[in-house]
């Protein structure tokens, strides 16, 4: 449940149970691994101690949490096609979909500038946040109080895992697993090309930033046929013009988000690079890892026939 890579001080496994059930508790691993938590979970917080909880088996589970925050825009949509409009009770104000949980459910402020005090005033009983988009100091200061789970997704298959471990937690296995079902078939049915089209996708301007081998929108882009030019670097490099030029760029892809690139944007770097096909793409369909993805292989088909055209 503590949401921290290193603990304050060492511990023996003694410290982590209660009531004679059995937990394993572990330091500085993703506490994306655990399966699920309990009302009985020793908070290990109160002597001192940093570690996350991990349930040996699911059928420990005793608490199925009733007030859900969700920290995580692509978690958020998760959340409600799993079926769980009642029991999510707040979400940040990038959470835009769906609609009307965007109009109606308490905004409790950005992905990395959380509202601390109104995620008190709704005292959840789970919150769930992602190690890259939130901020660690403060999800860890929240841990003290709360419940968390923090995903860490970085490819198709961690998404698939995680929105199976979220369908356990809010016990809607069956809602979840017809979801990693459908979207593993829709993927397996993406055929890949033969020979991927050198691309670069663009997350930011001023300085242009893109995207490296680690990350998710890697991921979508190679199973897309998009043979990511920057795979070999890490995360989210600043690149420049003159590198894109140097490594015969084909094909440059601008997302809406974060940065919202437009169609000016296209203008102004085709100028630069005249050989090379640049388009505006949905960042939403290469970078939310939830149930989205329900939708993106069909994005993906389509985008691969406009590029074919240009």
Not at 226 to 236: A, D, I, Q, T, W
Request: net charge positive; aromatic share 10%; hydrophobic share 40%.
């Amino acid at each position: 449940m503590i949401v921290v890579e290193k603990p304050k001080k060492s511990f023996s496994q003694g410290d982590c149970s209660r009531n004679q059930k059995s937990y394993q508790c572990l330091v500085g691993l993703k506490i994306s691994n655990f399966s699920a938590y309990t009302s009985e979970v020793f908070f290990a917080y109160n002597k001192g101690y940093f570690c996350t909880m991990i349930l040996k088996s699911i059928e420990n589970l005793s608490l199925t949490p009733l007030r859900i925050i969700s920290l995580v825009p692509s978690q958020t949509e998760l959340l409600f096609d799993l079926g769980l409009d009642e029991q999510v009770v707040g979400i940040t104000k990038f959470c835009i979909h769906p609609t009307n949980w965007f109009k109606t459910k308490t905004r409790v402020g950005g992905t990395k500038n959380i509202n601390i005090a109104t995620i008190k005033k709704l005292n959840p009983t789970l919150i769930i946040a992602n190690k890259e988009e939130n901020v660690k100091e403060q999800i860890e200061e929240l841990a003290k109080d709360y419940p968390v789970w923090l995903t860490d997704v970085n490819n198709l298959d961690d998404a698939l895992k995680m929105i199976e471990a979220i369908g356990v937690l809010t016990n809607t296995q069956k809602n979840a697993h017809h979801i990693t079902q459908k979207i593993t078939t829709n993927f397996e049915q993406l055929a890949a090309k033969k020979t991927p089209i050198n691309t670069c996708y663009l997350i930011w301007k001023n300085p242009y930033m893109t995207v490296g081998g680690d990350t998710f929108i890697n991921d979508m882009l190679q199973r897309s046929s998009f043979n990511n030019l920057f795979s070999n670097e890490k995360r989210y490099p600043e690149i420049s013009i003159s590198q894109l030029l140097i490594a015969n760029c084909q094909l440059l892809l601008l997302s809406s988000e974060p940065y919202p690139f437009k169609q000016i944007h296209i203008d102004e770097l085709q100028l630069q690079l005249p050989h090379t096909k640049i388009l505006l793409v949905d960042g939403e369909m290469f970078s939310w890892y939830g149930s989205r993805l329900l939708k993106a292989t069909e994005y993906f088909s389509q985008l691969r026939a406009s590029v074919a055209k240009l």
